[in-house]
């Protein structure tokens, strides 16, 4: 398997520790993580041209993708 970018792991490598606690102890995170986690792959397949998408459509997951890794953030830091 081919290395996806932006892996939240990578992204905050500074609080690998309290994703994995809240992945099991908040089920929001959780849900929050594995839809990040999606979309990632989504733009992944899609910029290597595995899934091949329009234009539009690139944007609009980049844009979801940002937002769910602003969420997770904020969860992080706070």
Same mark, same amino acid.
């Given at each position: 398997?081919?290395?996806? #970018?932006?892996? !939240? *792991?990578?992204? +905050? #490598?500074?609080?690998?520790?309290?994703?994995?606690?809240?992945?099991?102890?908040? *089920?929001? +995170?959780?849900? !929050? +993580? $594995? *839809?990040?986690?999606? &979309?990632? %792959?989504?733009?992944? %397949? *899609? =910029?290597?041209?595995?899934? #091949?998408? $329009? $234009? +539009?459509?690139? =944007?609009?997951? %980049?844009?979801? %993708? !940002?937002?769910?890794?602003d969420? &997770?953030y @904020?969860? !992080?830091? @706070?």
């Open positions: 398997m081919s290395h996806t #970018p932006h892996e !939240l *792991a990578e992204e +905050f #490598p500074e609080h690998v520790a309290k994703m994995h606690e809240l992945k099991t102890s908040n *089920a929001h +995170f959780a849900k !929050l +993580f $594995d *839809a990040y986690h999606d &979309i990632n %792959r989504a733009v992944h %397949r *899609a =910029e290597t041209n595995i899934e #091949p998408t $329009d $234009d +539009f459509n690139m =944007e609009s997951m %980049r844009k979801e %993708r !940002l937002k769910l890794k969420e &997770i @904020g969860m !992080l830091a @706070g």
